[in-house]
């Protein structure tokens, strides 16, 4: 796909994220949501898809080292081993979303799809030199499945977008695939297997 159409399924999925945080009432901004993160930790986060690429946009990159989108998540995997880290940045990005946080929210929204243009440029990423094209889809990943965990944590509907919903399957079955997990991932979805309880690819 070219980068103008993931931009628009980032354009969408960033919609989508903001318009599930619209709903949350006040008295909910405190209450759990994902294991130890409060509602607003898991709105800090989701802001992350946002401010990576504003920031990673103005990051060029001398090489490509990340080919793909699917090789993104097998670059960062030993990084997502430290839950404390993870933990630390998701609360400083509740916190900086300050005392408006859904404006907050909005402008990095804004600002992360006023970034995208017609270059498919090099950028550097913490995984590594990637084409921008690439990295998207990591990012409509995020906002799309941290935008069902937030549904179910203030009791919104959790539908997403079906563009959305496919971009994020097609990513995931790629990780799957380069995982070596594809005959175990068959056999879940055609009903002749299960998945571990504990089995992501992320």
Known sequence: MTLQAHAETFRRAGDHAVSVA???RPDQWDSPALGTWSVRTLVGHIGRSFTTVI???SRP???LEVTDSAQYYLVIAPMLTDSTQIDARAVQAGLA???RPLDTLRELRDRAVAVLNSEDRAIQTIAGGMRLSDYLPTRIFELGVHSI???RAIGAPQALPP???DSILALSVAVAQRRGDSQELLCALTGRGALAPDY???
Do not use: F, K, R, T
Request: proline share 0%; charged share 30%.
């Open 61 to 63: 990159a001398d090489q």
């Open 200 to 202: 992501s690819i992320v």
């Open 163 to 165: 563009d959305i919903a």
């Open 55 to 57: 920031d990673y946009s």
């Open 149 to 151: 965990d937030l549904a």
């Open 22 to 24: 619209e709903q949350i």
């Open 97 to 99: 979303l300050g005392e």
